[in-house]
Structure formats: structure tokens, C-alpha cells
């Protein structure tokens, strides 16, 4: 067995955590989620500490050096520097967030949507067939119908019909969701049994 | 009367009697013969013949003949032997034979060869054969008396002589001398070197070769008896047997010359054939004109026999058969005592009271004797009597002398000239030729060793001793024809006499020809024997004519049925018989005798058998020589290998050539007439050019399209394929371009003319009613929890869709506590709340963001199970506005919150937070737990609303906008609804466009079938 120590870590906080659930151990249960926070912190700090390295490599590169690696290290540094002289809650560290990263991801979801109109636009010509058809159906017909076009029941659809078809989303969904926890339960039933260890690296 | 063949002289082919022409070869069959037998017919049935009358009639005129055969006759009045007197004296024969032998007598002339078995009936009686036998028994006897003494006589198979033998025949045995003594002369060899000086030169080559093997005997170790008997059918074995004659040592000794002679089967099927031969070569040679020649020869010498008959012989006894027999088995007396040396035999003039038959049977057998008159121009007759008796002559004159001209070569030769027109009438020739005779009438000298006479017969020994096969192998026969000789031919009595009344009228050919037939058909009779007999006397393997006689057709056989075997056996060694004359007498010595182990020693006759048991010491060497004539026999037949190396297609067939060859003729020049004799003019049609193959193929139709396709396809694989046109990439940006501006103008446009779209804003979404509720409920002193849980993107539709809840709640002085695990949502919570307040709320009585919450889903558990300033995550921001926020109270948890509102664009941490905060909230039952959500995350989301874990929620810009419309408060989710419903009209426009457009261009375009 390969690295059974952090095996029976891993399996021994786990069941820690389970049973808090059911058992009154919030304090032992607290303990180890706290850490578990704190290490995810660190893990996000340790991310952006990659995140600067590979745009530093990419500034060196002797042949071709990436001038935008220069810009977001230029602008990493800035704020940085700025929120930590400032603090996260400075009115001027707000508007520096506020209108440079709110405006470009905003034009960044609203390209999307140009881009996944053009893809539908040319859906026939890369796949044709019956599912094709029904895709681009479905697509249509729940742009129409979130779209509010067709109206919410008082429209040209009447409301019972309007109900039936904006519940279908939610039955797939349901089912999705459904599929998810069953394989979160599995997962973590692996994890517990020792028989996955994505530790062990 | 059967019909017979008649051998053609040219290619030794049997022919129907009546051919005029061989068709084989297109000779002449019957050069003479042809108007001698039209001629003879009518005197053969009564009417003499214009030739014989003329030479009848003018045989008294020429004394020479006269006198010679009146010397003759005188001669031998004396010393005539006692068995040709009593011959003479029996009339008997003549009166039962007469007419046969008359017939034969009178028609001698036209007896041919080809006549011979054609003339023989085949189912004659026995007697008559007898009587044929008789008659060659007496000239047997004859000869052996003057030539056998130096074989070796074995009593032979019994033959019944006394069934059939008439009384004059038995009497002619009585008569006949039991042997003749001849003069030994030791140093004779093979080759016969004839005493030519004793012969006149205008003797024929028979005469001289007769006189040779009377006078020169040869030495005694020469292989004497082995051929003789082979030669001899049975009949004359019996004859020899009952005569009685019996050599003795010296008379071995002095017919020794004679006897390797006989052994050559080639030579006594060509023994007719051989003096006539010599006879036209020498004649050809000598280019002498015929009235010259008769008269060269009417001075020359008697010939021997002639002088023999001169000199009288007479035989030792003459006693009846039964003395016969005994004479035969007693030993001849020694020549020496007979005869002196140098001297021929006596020769026994036949008397006068010679009957007819036995006249017509001498002029018929005996004719050779008058042959030397005949050398230079021999008549018609004598030359088909000739041919006829050539054959049956073997076993009638055994000894005589080789010929020097080759048969065949005198055969052609005699031909050729007989087929002359110019060829004289034979009734003057032959009145030239007795002419001729005359002048040997005196030649007792010459009969007695004259000196003149012997230098005479050495001028024509040159050329004779070119002995020819044929000669050399009729010696033998004609050695033993003296005696037979002896006895005087009517013809020359005829001739001596000249008294043509004297004969019988001239008897009919028909009576003649049934004479022969009596004697032919005696023959067949002894087949039996004969046939045994054959084989040992050829003494040698089969001959290629023996082989071919059982192959022959059935046609070919009904021509010639007739033929005795001891004929057909002298036929097929006729045609073999063609050595070089030296080598032929050098041969002669070395015949191979019959051996013990000769697959053919079972068909010998029992004398012949023993005769071969006692063979000579040169035996081997002559079945050495035999074998070498029969390499020599077959030299045209390539090996097989060479035969197989030679182009195959190079010659037209032999037999085509062969064909064309006889059918030419000549029709110009010396060879006018004659036909295949120049086979070189065929040489051209003869070979041709060899095929030339090609290799030119020649297919099929299939298989050139096959081979078409191969082709196609071959090319089709090595041309280039043209790669499919790159389509540039000015369309896609152009539409790309057009549609993001499309939906940009759809967007601005509702905001620009405030278009409030196509339809009103809904009343009531999806879980929305719970949601307006819960709001509507809240109000001052309670703080709701809010978590800021969606990205900056999503700011927009978030901030849209929140605002009208936010700024309701704010208005309604509920207190806000804003929260949010993503790092960016305490900034995006700040800016949220600066729009619901219109500036920053104020935290201590309006709302308050407590910050980050790290962790992740970790943080949720912590920030539901902890205190808020046990949240780590938190601790930072909240115990921050804890410490100062009057509405949070320190250790409070979450249930102390009204209702947790969660603003989110991802379904994963509404989940989360559903998950792990709601346990937590129901703490509370008055707190409610309620979703804004993006449109995206709606559909995730809503179960968990309709499931009532959730109290309420909506979702989007619509969601927002029914919002406003519940509380009636528009704001700006009701005026981006137009904007909306037209951005999503126009999407939905490109999207239908782009289908419909492709499914058009799918319909229209032509499908391809797959693997086609």
C-alpha cells in the first residue's frame, strides 16, 4: 500500500467531518475545516505566486519575450502594492476594481454571446443530422421563450403551456443535480475507503 | 490366273502385271517384252512367231550357228551322257509333258520374271509340281554332278517324289548323271579370277563365270557348302539327296570357288538379272555396233559350257533314282580323272532325241548358255527369259559364274536401252546373236583349254572381274547350270537343225505360261520348306523387303499371292543386292553361315542345319561380312540424335518429295521419257524457310478491357488531386462583424428609443412568488445575510437582476450584511451596494460587506457551524464590522439572519450554499433562504426552489424586471427589457437564418453515395 499514512489521514478526517453531521463535534469538526480554509487561502496565495512566475519565464524569453506577460505583472504589482498600502476596503481600491475588471468581463460574456449566435448561425454547415436539427430547435424555441416574447402566459402561448415549457429546464437540471451529489457521495465514499487518494500523488 | 507383280528393275518395286510403266517409278516394266508378248500371244495360240519363223528360218543360213551347233551335236552324239540319252529316248515325258514343256519350249522367249508366279496357278496338284521339280532335279543333278563334288550333299527331308513324279521325269533321273567331274584348280580364290584367255570376248559375263566355276575350283578351305544349300529349296535338296551324288574331297576341293558364291543372298536374287546386266553394261562400255559385235563373237571361242558340251561329258552313273542317290553319296570321282586340268567340264550336249519339254525347258532354264551371243544385243525374249529364270535360276544353276556388272546397274542400264526405240527388231537381233553363235561352233580347242581361246576369254576378264554382286551371287547357281547346259536347248538344236518344222509348231504362250504355271505352282508347294528355307539361306537377319512383305496392303497382296517364298525371299534380297562388285567378291568367302544360335536356325532345313553345324572356319568372318552388308544396307538411315537435331520444319516430307519426284518426267535430254531420275528439281520444293514466330500477343476483348482498366487505374492513382479551395477568411470576420454588430444595434437601439419590448414584463416567473413574499416580509430590525457569489462578467446581469431586491430591502431599512467566498465579491458587494444606496451604505445601520470568505465550500461549513468571529475567513472583514456594526451581534451564528440572500451566477456555489448554510438557517424559522440567479443558473437552481429548500428566487434579467413590476417600482431591469427581448429576437433571427440556409444547401446539394 502506498503511502498508507496519509491514507489514514485522509480517511480518519474525513469520518471526523461525516459524523460532525450527526454527532455534537462541531468543535473538532471546526478545527479541521478552519484548517482546511487556511490551507486553502494559502493554496490561492501560493497560485498567484505561479500565476507571476509563468508570466515572468514568458517576459525572459530571449527570442519572442510576451509583452502582455509585462503588462499583468505590471499590474499585479500595482495592485498589490496599492491594496496593501491601501486596504481591500479603500473607496479608491473599490473604484480601481470596480471600473477596469467589472467592464472587461462584462464585454468579455457579452462577446460570448455574439460568438455563440455565429456558432449557431453556422451550426449546418460543420454537423448536419437529426440532433443538429433538434438542437438548434430547442435553441431557437428557448430563446423565444426566455426571451419573453412568446409571453409568460399571457402571450401568444397560453400560461399552462408557457409553465410546461420553462419547467423542462428544471427537470434536466434536477437530474443533473441528482447525478452530481450521487457523485460527490461516491467520491468521497472513495476517499473514506481509501480506495481513491488523490493525495498520494 | 492370278495376277502377279512384276519387280521393276529401276526401283526393285512390285508392280501389276498390267503396268507397262513401274508406277513407282515409271520405268518400263516391260521394255521388250511389251511387243514381244503382243506379238508372241497370237503365235502362242498356233501361229509361230514372225522372229522365231525368221530365225528359224534363217538359223540354217548362218553356218556359223549351224556348224556350231552341228559340232555340238556331233560332239556329243558321242560322249552324250547316258541319262540324257535315255532322256532323248523317252518319249513319254514328251507325250504327258510335251505340251507343257513344248509350250515352255516354244514360248521360252516370253518367259519373264514378272511372269513367272504370275503365271502359277495356286492350286496346282502336286504332280505337276513334281514335275516342275523334276525338271530343275535333272538340272540339279547335272550341276551337282559337275560342281557339287565340293559340297557337302545331306540327305534333305524326304519329299514324296514318287507321289507325283511322272515316268519321264523318273526316267530323266535315271538318265541324269549322278556328277560331273571337274578340273580342281587350288589356287583359285573367291574372287574367281576367270580363265578368261578360254573365253571368246564376246561371251557374256555368265559364260565366263560358268567356265570359271567349272575350271577354276577353289582352294578347299574355302566355306564351300554353306550358302549352296541355303540357295537350294527342298525339292532340290531332295534331288540332291535321291541323285545320289556324293563329292568327294577333291571334287570339294575343286568347287570351292564356287560355293562362297552362292552364299550371298543378294546375288541369287539378282541371278537373272546379272548376265543380262552385264550384258547391257558391257554393251553400253563397249559402244561396238550389234553386227560387229555378232560377228566378234561368232569368232571368239566357244564358251566353256560349250565346250563342255563339246567335250561330251558324261556323267559318272546314270542308273535310275535309286543310283542317283547312291552316286550322290558316293564321292565324286577327282576331276583330275576326269578332266584335265585347265579344261572345263564336259559339257553334255543334249542329243538329238532330246524331247521338246526338255528342249523348251533347257531354251527356258538353259537359256544362259546362249547368252554370250547375246552379250552385245540380247533379244526381248532373252532378256525377260532372263529375268524370269534369274530367280529360279539360283536354284538351277547355282554355280554360275559372278557377274562383274551390279545387278541393278545392269538392270537400269539394260533398260534404258531396251526402252529405245531404235532398238532393233528382236528377230534380227537374234538372228545376229546366233549369228554370233556360229563362230564358237569350232572352238573345240577352245572347249579343250585352246590357248587362243583362253587369251580371248582374258581380254574380257578385266572387266569381268568387276564381278558384281549379282554375278558374284549367281555364280554359284549358274556353276551348276554346265549340266543342265549340258543338255542342248531346242533353241539351239533349233538353230543347229534349222528345221522350224521340226519342233512342234510354235506352241501357244498360254500353253507355255501353263507349263510355268505347272512349274511355278510346284514351287508354292514347297513354300513350306522353302520358307523354312529362306532364312538360312539369306543367313542373315531380315532384310528390309522381308520386312515389308507382311506390311503390305491387302491389295498389294492379292497382286502378287503367287509369289513362292523362296521367290519373295530372292525379291527382298534383290532389292539389297546393290554392293560394290569388289567388295562384293571379297565378301563372298566370309558369307556367314548358319550357326547353331541363329534365331533363324530353327527354320533351316535339317541338311542345312548340319551343313551350318559343320560351317567353315570362315563362317565367322562371313557372318562379320554379312553384318557389314547390313550396316551398308541401311546407310541413308540418320541416328536418332542426328535425326533429332535436324530442323523439323525445315523439309517437306520425304514422302511428298518422293511423290513429286516420281511424278516428273523428263522431257528433254538423254533422261526424255524417264521418270524421277532427277530428283535434284525437287530440291527447291524441298526446304523452306523456317516459321518465324512472333511474340505479338493476341488478347481477348476481355482481356484488353481488363487490361484498359488496370491502366485507368494506374494513371488515376499517380495524377495529383486538386486540394479543396481554402476558403478565405473576409466572410467569416464580415459576418462575425456583422452579427456582433447586428446584436449591438438590437441592444442599443430598445436603450436609445426606449423600446419596451415585444411583450410586457412577466408577472410572475418560476419561484418567484415565494421570493417577492419573503421579501415583502422583511423588514427593520432584521438583517439579511448576503452573499455576494457571481464574478464580474456576470456584474451586469447580476446588478440588473438584484437591484430591485436590494434597493427594496434598502428602502425597507432592512440591514444588509453582504459576504462572499469569491475574492473578487467583497469589491463587486461594495459596488453593489453603492448603486442600491446611491453611495456607500453606511455599515453600521444600513449594510455592511464583511469581506472574503476563503475556503470555498470549507468556509460555507465554517461560517454555518462557527460564530461569525470565529470565521476565519471572515474573522478579517466581519470582526471588523462586528466590532462595529451594531447589528451583528458578536457570537452570533446564522440563524440569528433574517434570510440569507444569495446572488449568484454559478449553480456549484448556489449549491454550496444551499447545502451547507440552509441546515444551519432552518435554525431559524422565520429565516428564509433566498436565490438571485443568472438566467444561466436558473434551471440548476430551481429544483432546489421547487423542492422548498429554498423560499424563493429569480433568475435573470426578466427575473429582476417581474421584480420591479411586483414591488412597482420600475428600475433599470424594466428598461433593458426591450433592449432585451430584441437582442435575444435578433440571435434567434441569425441562428434561424443560418439553419435554414444550411438545410437548404444540405437538400439541394447532390448526395454521394458512401463507397461509391
Given at each position: 500500500?502506498?503511502a498508507?499514512f496519509s ?13 460532525g453531521?450527526f454527532?455534537?463535534?462541531?468543535s473538532?469538526?471546526g478545527?479541521l475545516?478552519?484548517?482546511a ?8 496565495l501560493v ?7 509563468v508570466h515572468?519565464r514568458?517576459?525572459?524569453t ?17 495592485t ?5 498600502y491601501l ?7 473599490q473604484?480601481?476594481?470596480?471600473n477596469?475588471?467589472?467592464?472587461v468581463?462584462?464585454?468579455l460574456l457579452?462577446?460570448v454571446?455574439?460568438?455563440?449566435t455565429?456558432a ?8 448536419q443530422?437529426?440532433?443538429?436539427w ?13 426571451s419573453g416574447?412568446l ?9 399552462g403551456m408557457?409553465?410546461f415549457?420553462q ?16 457523485g460527490?457521495?461516491?467520491?468521497g ?6 480506495t ?6 | ?20 510403266e513401274c508406277?513407282?517409278c515409271?520405268?518400263?516394266?516391260k521394255?521388250?517384252v ?19 519363223a ?17 559340232d555340238?551335236?556331233g ?5 552324250i551322257?547316258?541319262w540324257?540319252t ?6 513319254r515325258?514328251?507325250e504327258e509333258g ?16 514378272g511372269?513367272?508366279p ?8 502336286e ?6 521339280e ?12 559337275e560342281n557339287e563334288?565340293t559340297q ?14 511322272p ?6 533321273g535315271?538318265?541324269?548323271?549322278p ?14 579370277p ?5 573365253l ?10 560358268f567356265?570359271?566355276?567349272v ?5 578347299a578351305?574355302?566355306p ?7 540357295a537350294?529349296?527342298d525339292w ?8 545320289g551324288i556324293?563329292?568327294?574331297?577333291a571334287?570339294?576341293?575343286?568347287d570351292?570357288?564356287?560355293q562362297?558364291v ?6 541369287e ?16 562400255a ?7 559385235m ?15 558340251f563339246?567335250?561330251?561329258e558324261?556323267?559318272p ?13 558316293q564321292p ?10 585347265g579344261?572345263t567340264?564336259k ?6 532325241e532330246?524331247?521338246?519339254w ?17 552379250e552385245?544385243?540380247?533379244?526381248d ?9 534369274a530367280?529360279p535360276?539360283e536354284?538351277e544353276?547355282?554355280?554360275?559364274p559372278?557377274l562383274?556388272t ?9 533398260f ?17 546373236w ?6 564358237v561352233?569350232?572352238t ?9 581361246a ?6 574380257s ?36 537343225t534349222s ?10 504362250a498360254?500353253?507355255a ?8 505352282q ?7 520348306a522353302?520358307?523354312a528355307?529362306?532364312p ?23 497382286t ?7 521367290l ?9 543386292a546393290?554392293?560394290?562388285?569388289a ?8 558369307r ?7 534365331p ?19 563362317e565367322?568372318?562371313?557372318a562379320?561380312?554379312a ?16 535425326e533429332a ?5 525445315s523439309?517437306?516430307?520425304g ?15 538423254p ?6 531420275v532427277?530428283?535434284?528439281n ?6 523452306r524457310?523456317?516459321?518465324v ?12 478491357t481488363?487490361a484498359n482498366l ?8 499517380t ?5 479543396p ?5 473576409a ?6 462583424l456583422?452579427v456582433?454588430?447586428a ?7 430598445p436603450?436609445i428609443?426606449n423600446f419596451?419590448?415585444f ?5 410572475v416567473a ?12 422583511l ?10 457569489e457571481?464574478e464580474?462578467?456576470?456584474?451586469d446581469?447580476?446588478?440588473l ?10 428602502n425597507r ?7 462572499s ?13 453603492a ?15 464583511l469581506g472574503?470568505?476563503p ?17 476565519s ?14 447589528f ?12 440569507i ?6 449553480p456549484?456555489?448556489?449549491r454550496?450554499?444551499?447545502e451547507q ?13 433566498l ?5 444561466q ?14 423560499q ?20 433599470d ?14 440571435a434567434i433571427?441569425?441562428i ?11 437538400i439541394?446539394r ?7
Open positions: 500500500m502506498r498508507p491514507t489514514a489521514i485522509a480517511i480518519a478526517v474525513g469520518l471526523v467531518v461525516l459524523l453531521y454527532l455534537p463535534i462541531d473538532l469538526r478545527v475545516v478552519n484548517w480554509v487556511t490551507l486553502a487561502g494559502l493554496a490561492a497560485a498567484i505566486l505561479n500565476l507571476v512566475g515572468w514568458k517576459l525572459r530571449p527570442k519572442h519575450p510576451d509583452l502582455y506577460s509585462l503588462v499583468f505583472l505590471l499590474a499585479f504589482l500595482a498589490f502594492f496599492v491594496v496593501a486596504g481591500p476596503s479603500d473607496p479608491q481600491v473604484t480601481i476594481v470596480t477596469i475588471q467589472i467592464p468581463e462584462a464585454t457579452g462577446i454571446a455574439i460568438i455563440l455565429l449557431a448561425l453556422r451550426l449546418f454547415s460543420r454537423r443530422g437529426l440532433m443538429a433538434v438542437f438548434l430547435v430547442s435553441v431557437v424555441f428557448f430563446l423565444l421563450l426566455g416574447i409571453g409568460f402566459g399571457s402571450g401568444l402561448l397560453p400560461a408557457v409553465q415549457f419547467a423542462l429546464p428544471i427537470a434536466g437540471s434536477r437530474g443533473i443535480l441528482l447525478g452530481m451529489a450521487l460527490s457521495l461516491t467520491a465514499l472513495r476517499i473514506l475507503m481509501g481513491d487518494r488523490p493525495y498520494s500523488g | 490366273m492370278a495376277m502377279a507383280d512384276i519387280r521393276c528393275s529401276m526401283c526393285g518395286r512390285n508392280n501389276p502385271e498390267d503396268l507397262q508406277k513407282f515409271g520405268a518400263r516394266l521394255p521388250m511389251a511387243g514381244g508378248l503382243e506379238s508372241a500371244q497370237p503365235a502362242a495360240k498356233g501361229e509361230e512367231t514372225d522372229w522365231l525368221s530365225l528359224r528360218a534363217e538359223a540354217p543360213a548362218d553356218s556359223s550357228a549351224s556348224d556350231l551347233v552341228g555340238l551335236k560332239s556329243d552324239e558321242e560322249e551322257p547316258d540324257l535315255r532322256l532323248g529316248a523317252l518319249d515325258p514328251q510335251a505340251p507343257a514343256v513344248q509350250d515352255g519350249g516354244a514360248d521360252t522367249p516370253t518367259f519373264s520374271l511372269r513367272l504370275e503365271e502359277k496357278p495356286s492350286g496346282k496338284p504332280p505337276s509340281q513334281d514335275e516342275g523334276d525338271w530343275l532335279l535333272s538340272l540339279r543333278s547335272s550341276g551337282i554332278v563334288p557337302k550333299i545331306h540327305p534333305a527331308p524326304d519329299v514324296p517324289e514318287e507321289d507325283g513324279l515316268e519321264w521325269l523318273s526316267n530323266l535315271e538318265s541324269e548323271p556328277s560331273i567331274a571337274i578340273p580342281a584348280e587350288p589356287e583359285k580364290t573367291g574372287t574367281s576367270l580363265p578368261e584367255a578360254n571368246p570376248p564376246g561371251n557374256t559375263d555368265w559364260l565366263r563365270s567356265a570359271a566355276n575350271e577354276q575350283p577353289e582352294p578351305n574355302q564351300q557348302t554353306s550358302a549352296e544349300p541355303a537350294l529349296p532340290l535338296s531332295d534331288f540332291k539327296e535321291n541323285s556324293e563329292k568327294t574331297p571334287a570339294e576341293h575343286q570351292e570357288p564356287a562362297p552362292i552364299e550371298h543372298p543378294e546375288a536374287s539378282v541371278i537373272g538379272l546379272d548376265w543380262l546386266a552385264e550384258f547391257s553394261a558391257e554393251q553400253s563397249d559402244q561396238k555396233p550389234d553386227q560387229e555378232m560377228k566378234e563373237t561368232a569368232e571368239e571361242p566357244l564358251p566353256d559350257w560349250l565346250a563342255s563339246s567335250q561330251g558324261r556323267p552313273s546314270a542308273a535310275g533314282q535309286e543310283t542317283l542317290s547312291t552316286a550322290v553319296e565324286v570321282e577327282p576331276a583330275d580323272s576326269v578332266l584335265p586340268v579344261e567340264t559339257p553334255v550336249e543334249p542329243s538329238e532330246t524331247p521338246d526338255l528342249s523348251a525347258f533347257q531354251g527356258m532354264s538353259e537359256e544362259p548358255p546362249a547368252e554370250p551371243a547375246t552385245e544385243v540380247a533379244p525374249w532373252l532378256r525377260e527369259f532372263q529375268q524370269a529364270t530367280e535360276g536354284e544353276a547355282p554355280a554360275t559372278p562383274p551390279p545387278a541393278g546397274e545392269v538392270s537400269e542400264t539394260a534404258e536401252m531396251l526402252e529405245g526405240e531404235e532398238m532393233p527388231a528382236q528377230s534380227d537381233l537374234l538372228k545376229e546366233l549369228a554370233g553363235m556360229t563362230p561352233e569350232p573345240e580347242a577352245f572347249l579343250a583349254g585352246h590357248p587362243a583362253e587369251a580371248a576369254r582374258a581380254e576378264s578385266p572387266a569381268r572381274a568387276e564381278s558384281s554382286p549379282a554375278r558374284a551371287e549367281s555364280s554359284p547357281a549358274r556353276a551348276e547350270e554346265p549340266p543342265s547346259t549340258g543338255d542342248l536347248p531346242d533353241w539351239l538344236r533349233d538353230l543347229q528345221v522350224p518344222d521340226e519342233q512342234a509348231p510354235a506352241e501357244p498360254g500353253k505360261a501353263s507349263w510355268l504355271q505347272e512349274f511355278q510346284a514351287l508354292p508347294a514347297e513354300e513350306g522353302v520358307e528355307f529362306v538360312g539361306d539369306t543367313l542373315e537377319p531380315e532384310q528390309p523387303g522381308e520386312k515389308e512383305a507382311p506390311q503390305r496392303t491387302p491389295a498389294e497382296a492379292e502378287q499371292p503367287e509369289f513362292p517364298s523362296w519373295a525371299s530372292l525379291d527382298t534380297s534383290t532389292t539389297t546393290a554392293p560394290s562388285p567388295a562384293f567378291v571379297e565378301e563372298e568367302p566370309t556367314p553361315a548358319v550357326s547353331s544360335g541363329s533363324f536356325a530353327v527354320d533351316l532345313p535339317d541338311w542345312l542345319s548340319q551343313f551350318g553345324e559343320s560351317g567353315s572356319p570362315g565367322g568372318a562371313a562379320g561380312a553384318a557389314t552388308r547390313e550396316e551398308g544396307a541401311a546407310p541413308a538411315e540418320l541416328p536418332s540424335w542426328v537435331m535436324r530442323p523439323a520444319q523439309a517437306v516430307p514422302g511428298l518429295l518422293g511423290d513429286l519426284t516420281e511424278q516428273i518426267v523428263e522431257k528433254a535430254g533422261l526424255a521419257g524417264l521418270r524421277g532427277l530428283p535434284g525437287t530440291l527447291v520444293t524441298e526446304f524457310s523456317l516459321p514466330y512472333t511474340g505479338k500477343l493476341t488478347p481477348t476483348d476481355r482481356q484488353v481488363n488496370l491502366e485507368e487505374m494506374l494513371s488515376q492513382e495524377e495529383p488531386k486538386a486540394l479551395a481554402r476558403r478565405t477568411q466572410p467569416a470576420i464580415i459576418l462575425r456583422a456582433g454588430a446584436l449591438i444595434l438590437a441592444l442599443l437601439l436603450l428609443t419596451k419590448g411583450s410586457p414584463i412577466p408577472a418560476p419561484g418567484s412568488a415565494g421570493f417577492v413574499d419573503a421579501v415583502t416580509r423588514s427593520t430590525p432584521a438583517t439579511v445575510l448576503v452573499a455576494v457571481f464580474a462578467g456576470f456584474s446581469e447580476m446588478r437582476a438584484s437591484l430591485g431586491v436590494l434597493r427594496s430591502l434598502a431599512g432592512v440591514r444588509m450584511a453582504l459576504v467566498t469569491n475574492p473578487a465579491g467583497p469589491v463587486l458587494a461594495n459596488h453593489l451596494l448603486e442600491v444606496y446611491g453611495r456607500p451604505p453606511d455599515p453600521m445601520k444600513e449594510a455592511v460587506n472574503y470568505l475556503g470555498g465550500t470549507g468556509s460555507l461549513l465554517e461560517l454555518a457551524a462557527l460564530p461569525l468571529q470565529n470565521v475567513g471572515a474573522t478579517f472583514n466581519v470582526s471588523i464590522y462586528t466590532a462595529t456594526v451594531p451583528i451581534q458578536p457570537g452570533s451564528r446564522l440563524d440569528q439572519f433574517a434570510a440572500l444569495l446572488i449568484t451566477d454559478n456549484e456555489n448556489g454550496a450554499w444551499i448554510t440552509v441546515p444551519a438557517l432552518k435554525r431559524n424559522p422565520n429565516a428564509s433562504f436565490v438571485i440567479s443568472s438566467a443558473a436558473a434551471p440548476m437552481l430551481l429544483p432546489y426552489s421547487e423542492a422548498k429548500q429554498i424563493g428566487m429569480i433568475s435573470g434579467l426578466s427575473g429582476g424586471a417581474m421584480f420591479e413590476k411586483q414591488i412597482q417600482k420600475p428600475a431591469a424594466a428598461k433593458s427589457w426591450g433592449a432585451y427581448q430584441l437582442g435575444m429576437l435578433v433571427v441569425f434561424g437564418i443560418g439553419g435554414v440556409l444550411r438545410g437548404l444547401a444540405t439541394l447532390p448526395r454521394v453515395k458512401k463507397g461509391g
